[in-house]
């Protein structure tokens, strides 16, 4: 029984969804790219996918590319192989290009004061809505809630006055490293 072609903007869209969640590659993404292209979707079936999997493993890319591209070839040819790897590949290209923008500000011209600030802006509700969560947890002591603000406001402060992301994140990730390593005590 031959399948329904399956539209290329749908193609477009669950590897789309695929290359903006998963993370670790082959091995973090398969059991994801099985859910959404045997379960949700229906496309292929789970011995085709594996099939897929172990032919990906001979080809000359990396693995999770290669199997993007087995699965849109077999629901829509090569059209639908480079759908695939394009949608899978865009997400992650574009967070490249910006991580790249942000180590080199003169590319962004007059824009970067603008759009760090606003990154900044978002990791500080981020800190706030982290710290609110830790800080609900039951059984904390008043020592550790008092570190917490305290991390929780230098981290912020650092951001809003001026501290490089980069180095704001560091500090942030070494002040909670330090906080967990205090509570396993």
Not at 54 to 62: E, H, Y
Not at 113 to 134: D, E, K, S, T, W
Not at 171 to 180: E, K, T
Request: one cysteine or more; glycine letters at 12%.
């Amino acid at each position: 029984m031959q399948k329904e072609p399956v539209p290329l903007l749908a193609i477009a869209q669950s590897f789309l969804r695929l290359g903006s969640t998963v993370f670790g590659g082959m091995w973090g993404g398969t059991s994801q790219l099985e859910r959404e292209l045997v379960q949700r979707r229906g496309w292929v079936t789970t011995e085709e996918l594996h099939i897929h999997l172990v032919a990906s493993t001979l080809m000359p890319s990396t693995r999770f590319v290669g199997l993007a591209g087995l699965v849109g070839f077999q629901m829509r040819g090569w059209v639908g192989s480079v759908v695939a790897v394009a949608s899978l590949l865009l997400p992650s290209s574009l967070m490249i290009l910006l991580c790249a923008a942000l180590v080199n500000p003169h590319a962004l011209g007059d824009r970067f004061p603008v759009l760090q600030r606003a990154l900044g802006i978002a990791i500080v509700a981020i800190l706030a809505g982290n710290a609110y969560q830790q800080l609900q947890r039951p059984g904390l002591s008043g020592l550790r809630w008092v570190r917490g603000i305290a991390v929780t406001l230098a981290v912020a402060a650092g951001i809003v006055y001026g501290v490089p992301l980069v180095v704001a994140a560091v500090g942030g990730l070494v002040a909670g490293w330090w906080l967990v390593q205090t509570d396993s005590r």
